[in-house]
């Protein structure tokens, strides 16, 4: 899952920096779809390590 974690971390940052919230008063064409294809892909990989985590809780035994 270490991997998934560092896609992630990559993504969000990514979706941060990018120059659609710099500027709020100008909309960048082409930074745009990429801020939103960004936090798709966060939500989806999000949901996706959320499912994992479930997954793995029922196999660590406490005690």
């Known amino acids: 899952m270490g991997v998934l974690f560092s ?3 990559g993504l969000i940052i990514r979706f ?3 120059p659609t919230f ?3 008063a100008v909309l960048d064409s082409e930074a745009a779809p ?3 294809r960004d936090l798709l ?3 989806r990989l999000s949901e996706h390590l959320t499912k994992r ?3 793995m809780k029922k196999y660590v035994t406490v005690g």
């Open 34 to 36: 990429h801020a939103k």
């Open 16 to 18: 941060i920096k990018n």
């Open 41 to 43: 892909l966060i939500i």
């Open 7 to 9: 896609s992630l971390d």
């Open 53 to 55: 985590a479930k997954e």
């Open 22 to 24: 710099k500027e709020t």
